[in-house]
C-alpha cells in the first residue's frame, strides 16, 4: 500500500495574510500608475496627490472628489466640468483605466507576482 504525504507549506505561506496585504499593495500600486494617465492634469496637484496602500487607491488633490465625479453642488449652486486641458482626461478615470483589457490584466498579474506566484 503506497501512503501519500502533501506539503502544503509552501502555499500556505504564499496565501498568508502578509502575502495577501503584500500583493494588494503591489496591485494597488500598479492601479494607480496605470489611473493616473487618465486623471486630469493643470497643474499636476491632482495627479501628484495619489497615495496607494493595501487598502485602495486615493486622490486628495484640491477638489479630487468634484474633478472624479465631474462636479459638485450644495443647497446654493452646482456646477459641472466640462473642458478639460489634456486629452484623454477627464471624470471616472477608474471608468477608462477598466475599459483597457490591457491593463486590467496587468493588475491582475501583479498582485500575483506581490502574492509570491510569479
Known amino acids: ?7 502544503l507549506g509552501g502555499i500556505k505561506r504564499k496565501v498568508s495574510p502578509q502575502a495577501l496585504a503584500k500583493g494588494k499593495l503591489i496591485m494597488n500600486n500598479q492601479v494607480m500608475m496605470s ?14 496627490s495619489s497615495r496607494a496602500n493595501s487598502v485602495g487607491v486615493t486622490w486628495s488633490g ?12 450644495n443647497k446654493y449652486k452646482s456646477f459641472k466640468f466640462k473642458k478639460y486641458t489634456t486629452p484623454g482626461t477627464g ?28
Do not use: C
Request: hydrophobic share 40%.
Open 1 to 7: 500500500m503506497a501512503k501519500v504525504v502533501v506539503e
Open 35 to 48: 489611473m493616473n494617465p487618465y486623471v486630469p492634469y493643470r497643474d499636476g496637484a491632482l495627479r501628484g
Open 62 to 73: 484640491p477638489h479630487a472628489r468634484a474633478q472624479f465625479y465631474g462636479g459638485a453642488y
Open 91 to 118: 471624470k471616472r478615470w477608474d471608468k477608462r483605466a477598466l475599459a483597457n483589457a490591457t491593463i486590467v490584466k496587468d493588475w491582475e498579474k501583479s498582485l500575483l507576482r506581490g502574492m509570491g506566484f510569479k
